[in-house]
């Protein structure tokens, strides 16, 4: 019932910037937690920021001070504003959200960051 959205993922220099929308839609419940996760060839995923239904953020180490997470409640819609992008920063990005103990995910979009 519930479908995730992702947009906004592409290629881009490094130093540049691109920002990340996940539109939640079939849901009659309040969100918990909306989150990005990554995957790198050949490494696992990983948690890159999440934020409550408070707007309480947390983020990974290799992200705090460039990239921000934000959410619209009335839009049902988590962002992730990338800045100062490295090499490093290079996966699939994969949006996630908890809705009263249940977990969805969503396609997963490309960003690649080139020098």
């Known amino acids: 019932q519930v479908q995730l959205v992702e947009s906004g993922g592409g290629l881009v220099q490094v130093g540049g910037s691109l920002r990340l929308s996940c539109a939640v839609a079939g849901t009659l419940f309040s969100i918990d937690v909306m989150g990005w996760y990554r995957q790198a060839p050949g490494k696992q995923r990983e948690l890159v920021a999440d934020i409550t239904s408070s707007h309480s953020t947390n983020y990974a180490d290799s992200v705090k001070g460039r990239f921000t997470i934000s959410r619209d409640n009335a839009k049902n819609t988590v962002y992730l504003q990338m800045n100062r992008l490295k090499a490093e920063d290079t996966a699939v990005y994969y949006c996630?959200?908890?809705?009263?103990?249940?977990?969805?995910w969503g396609q997963g979009t490309q960003v690649t960051v080139s020098s």
């Open positions: 996630s959200i908890r809705v009263g103990g249940t977990g969805v």
